[in-house]
């Protein structure tokens, strides 16, 4: 465990960790932003062509598409959910594929409109964020996400946390060739810091997801997961586990927060 003088920067993801998009707490809910989004290009591509596969597409089998697909990308629970419905013959991800692209375009649309209108920061996490700041690594700040920069861009404005990360240090979709769980996006964003490389294991890496904490754990950070979305008994059973796990961000600061003697 570090303490807080030991931490030399933080790298947070966005989607489930400091944006709330969903609206249950647990049980891998249906109907988060995401989902809704992704479910409503998915039918919209039924109707326009004639699929009845997605037209009748659940709300469970288009979450199950995202969190079984292999990596933690919209164009691999996309991919992963047209093969599950028999669309495509193979679970290789082919990213030439004009039905995939048409969804992933429309979903990018619908979202934005969604994340206007019910974003919103999980409780605690902007205080957290401040706190953090003035108390800890200073401006040593950077994000590493698979969200498209625009989105990113969006929440943090809207959200009031854009002060604490600069452009040069928000690593996004944009930015990267692969998906968590690889560490590309958090190396990346370890680079941004400009920190010298033996502070790896001192710079706290926030996440929500498996295939996130897998990321940031290749990428040697100290690994923090929040229970927004997956329970404690799950990220403990990781096969790859968090550093530390706290189910909010208040708890996260009662962790960090030097003992008053």
């Known amino acids: ?25 647990y049980g ?18 039924g109707i326009r062509h004639n699929i009845p596969a997605l037209v009748s597409l659940t709300p469970e089998e288009n979450l199950r598409g995202f969190v079984e697909a292999p990596v933690h990308s919209l164009e691999a629970a996309v991919w992963h959910t047209m093969y ?18 048409e969804v992933v375009a429309r979903k990018d649309e619908i ?42 861009d ?14 040069k240090r928000i690593i996004s979709k944009d930015d990267i060739t692969h998906a968590k769980p690889n560490p590309e996006a958090f190396n990346k964003a370890f680079a941004a810091l400009s920190l010298p490389e033996q502070d790896r294991s001192q710079v706290l890496a926030f996440e929500d997801n498996p295939r996130g904490v897998m990321s940031a754990k290749a990428a040697g950070l100290f690994t923090c997961a929040i229970t927004t979305v997956h329970t404690r008994q799950e ?22 927060e030097p003992v008053q003697v």
Do not use: C
């Open 1 to 25: 465990m570090l303490t807080l003088s030991e931490v030399r920067g933080a790298i947070f993801d966005v989607d489930d960790t400091l944006l709330d998009t969903f609206n249950n707490r």
């Open 28 to 45: 891998r809910p249906v109907d988060g932003l995401h989902e809704r989004a992704r479910l409503q290009a998915f039918q919209e591509a």
């Open 84 to 101: 599950l419905k028999g669309l495509v013959t193979t679970d290789e991800f082919e990213p030439g594929n004009p039905l995939l692209q």
């Open 111 to 152: 979202f934005e409109k969604l994340l206007r209108t019910d974003g919103k920061p999980f409780p605690g996490a902007v205080e957290f964020v401040g706190w953090l700041a003035e108390n800890g690594p200073g401006d040593y700040f950077a994000v590493a996400s698979t969200a498209i920069r625009r989105d990113i």
């Open 154 to 167: 969006i929440f943090l404005k809207m959200s009031g946390l854009d002060r604490y990360f600069p452009d």
């Open 235 to 256: 990220l403990e059973a990781l096969t790859v586990a968090p550093d530390l796990i706290a189910d909010s961000f208040d708890e996260f600061r009662t962790l960090f």
